[in-house]
């Protein structure tokens, strides 16, 4: 009898735990909070998807980005809004979010730009640029509104007033008048080009005064360290030719005295007017200025290939970074033109793009690239080129500042994909694929000035933003990946991307 009693016990006191875990669990379960999605009437919710931080490239996954207005509003975890009224929702799982790409050198208001360039940026991901020409009517123009961006075009960032050349700055004060004027008509910066030395020093200086960054070339005639020291803003296109490595050189003493004694005469690109028969000279220059360069420059070029030393590039890398001088290397620029016969290029089926008349002068350019320069040229065109690539990673590895910028207006050149092909020479340059991304997007607001509404996807900043399918901080080709593109708030899928693309071949 005992013994049965004591199973007894042991039985009811087993079911009364139990009932009591049940009670527990069931109260416990009950009073938990539960997550009540909240409302949303208006504006895109980008749902689900990995959130990549441009400033270190850590990933936030499963999140929800709530745009409205044009800004984006909020962001939570995912399904935390629940779309009312007109508001749209995106299931982006298992995309990833960066800001919408900035083309920090393009020439998209130049006579060969059109809608359909603009819409082909837009399906390329670039929802903002740096128009790297300009005049005083497009100035007025855009002091009038008639320039303001919208939700099918991409943003309009900064712009110069007319190019600085020996045409339109032939002297010192004919340069300073100049900056003033650009002062007056409200250019965002100066851009130079072919200044003579005293006209370069005193166009820095007024613009400087004036507080106008100046960017641009660098003539043979001067000397990249006084340049940066000055306070030259930004360098294209790594001089473009000789100018930057020049201080790479060993022979850099001989080499600038020789070139103070008969400097090399840079090509008068000039601009477009009314003479068609110039107009075409010039445009033929501006498309691929090496079958106008002056030989001289030419073996300039390979006598710095023979005397680079990587030693005194590092010492030329500590003052651009001492100096807070940016470079902006267009390196698809410098390949199209120093390797424009690739065959890569005329093959390209991306052509199908470019209005027929740019087709056709590329694909001549390429022939008078190949029928004009010896077979010698040419090969030390592609070296230098690789070196090129070599002083890219070593300004990297030094911290210098970089952006990423296309050119686009050139040879082989065309809206929003040339962009793309800067991602990839910068790849194959050694840069990592966050590096990339950074250049595209957190530093060229870093450079304008512009952190608080761009460069990285948070709260309160411009909803610009593209969607990728893979991981851009893994892999840089993730940046070709796009299956969605937001500008000023406006979603554009996959379909929407596709129709973008094929109205530029409508012309």
């Not at 501006?286 to 420059?297: A, K, Q, Y």
């Not at 320069?373 to 030094?398: G, I, N, P």
Request: net charge negative; charged share 20%; with cysteine.
């Amino acid at each position: 009898m005992k013994s049965q009693r004591r199973q007894y016990l042991t039985k009811t006191a087993f079911m009364n735990g139990a009932t009591a875990l049940a009670l527990i669990w069931t109260v416990g379960c009950a009073s938990a909070p539960t997550t009540v999605a909240e409302a949303v009437g208006e504006g895109l919710i980008i749902d689900r998807v990995t959130v990549v931080n441009t400033q270190n490239g850590t990933l936030a996954a499963d999140r929800a980005v709530l745009v409205q207005g044009g800004k984006i509003v909020k962001i939570a975890a995912a399904s935390s809004f629940r779309a009312t009224g007109t508001a749209r929702r995106i299931d982006a799982q298992g995309d990833y979010v960066v800001p919408g790409y900035l083309d920090m050198h393009a020439h998209m208001l130049d006579a060969a730009a059109s809608d359909a360039a603009k819409a082909l940026m837009i399906a390329n991901g670039v929802t903002g640029y740096r128009q790297m020409s300009g005049n005083p009517a497009l100035l007025a123009q855009r002091s009038r509104g008639d320039l303001a961006s919208t939700d099918a075009a991409p943003e309009l960032l900064v712009m110069p007033g007319l190019i600085m050349t020996g045409g339109t700055a032939p002297s010192p004060e004919a340069g300073v008048a100049q900056v003033r004027a650009q002062k007056a008509q409200g250019a965002d910066f100066i851009k130079v080009v072919d200044l003579s030395p005293a006209t370069f020093d005193a166009v820095l200086a007024e613009a400087t005064a004036l507080n106008l960054p100046v960017a641009g070339h660098l003539q043979d005639t001067i000397e990249e360290r006084v340049a940066a020291r000055n306070g030259m803003r930004a360098i294209e296109h790594l001089g473009p030719k000789a100018s930057v490595l020049l201080g790479c050189s060993t022979d850099e003493a001989e080499l600038r005295q020789q070139i103070a004694a008969e400097p090399p005469h840079p090509p008068r690109v000039g601009i477009p007017g009314s003479d068609p028969v110039a107009s075409a000279a010039i445009l033929r220059a501006v498309s691929n200025p090496i079958l106008v360069t002056d030989p001289r420059e030419l073996a300039i070029m390979g006598r710095i290939m023979a005397t680079y030393d990587e030693g005194r590039c590092r010492d030329l890398a500590q003052v651009f970074v001492a100096a807070g001088t940016w470079h902006v290397p267009t390196l698809i620029r410098v390949r199209t033109m120093q390797i424009a016969d690739d065959p890569a290029y005329a093959n390209d089926p991306n052509l199908r793009y470019a209005p027929a008349a740019s087709r056709a002068l590329w694909t001549e350019l390429a022939v008078a690239f190949d029928q004009q320069l010896s077979s010698d040229t040419r090969t030390m065109l592609r070296r230098y080129y690789d070196l090129q690539l070599q002083t890219v990673k070593l300004f990297d590895t030094m911290g210098v500042r970089m952006l990423a910028g296309s050119d686009f207006g050139g040879q082989w050149e065309i809206a929003g994909m040339s962009l793309h092909q800067e991602f990839d020479q910068l790849s194959a340059a050694g840069l990592s694929p966050l590096t990339v991304l950074q250049m595209t997007t957190l530093n060229g607001a870093q450079f304008l000035g512009r952190e608080s509404t761009m460069g990285s996807v948070d709260e309160g900043k411009d909803a610009n933003l593209v969607l990728l399918s893979a991981d851009p901080t893994a892999d840089v080709q993730a940046l070709h990946q796009i299956v969605g593109v937001v500008r000023a708030g406006r979603y554009y899928d996959a379909s929407d991307l596709a129709a973008l693309k094929q109205s530029a071949t409508g012309r």
